[in-house]
Each structure stands twice: as structure tokens, then as C-alpha cells.
């Protein structure tokens, strides 16, 4: 993944969480599925975990970009906990 790339992949995410009130288990759990299941997230996981993994070695913002009401400790926790969600399902298979 370009070493930029990642921060828009990191914002389909950041986006996607614009109604969502609490940053908890459950709608991390929600998110990997819909990644998993490519449910609004058509990239397929691998993209997202590796944007992820991206964002965590990044010390700059991550929710500068979109106007959120998650703050980005916040925000930072959620992309933890997704990555465990994540993990948790692999393998993932292509959708071909």
C-alpha cells in the first residue's frame, strides 16, 4: 500500500463510524464483519488491517481530515480494537 494510501482507507473508516455513538466492542465487532463480509467496505479486511497497521506507526493526526465527534484517543482505541476483530477472523477469503 502507498505509504499515503492508508490515511484515505483509514478515513472509509473514521467515516463509516460518523453515526456510530460509542467507539466499544460491539461496534468494532460490527465493523470487521461488514470488512469481512464486504458489507460497505468493498476493499475486502486485508486492505483495512493494513491501513491499520499504518495508522498505528503514524504519530501525526488521524482524525484531522473528517469532521468526527470521536476524539482521537478515541478513535486511536477503536482502530485497536478492530485490528483484534480482525485478526480474530482470519483467514479471509477473496471474493471472486
Known sequence: MDSRNWKG????????????PQLDDDSASQMAEAMVERRYFGDGP????????QA??????LTDEIE???SEQG??????????ELDQ????YSAS
Open 56 to 61: 498505528q506507526q503514524y504519530d501525526g493526526p
Open 46 to 53: 486485508g486492505v483495512y488491517a493494513d491501513a491499520i497497521v
Open 68 to 70: 468526527t465527534s470521536h
Open 89 to 92: 477472523r482470519r483467514p479471509w
Open 75 to 84: 478513535f486511536r482505541d477503536f482502530l485497536r480494537r478492530l485490528a483484534g
Open 9 to 20: 482507507v483509514i478515513n472509509q473508516i473514521l467515516y463509516g463510524l460518523m453515526f456510530t
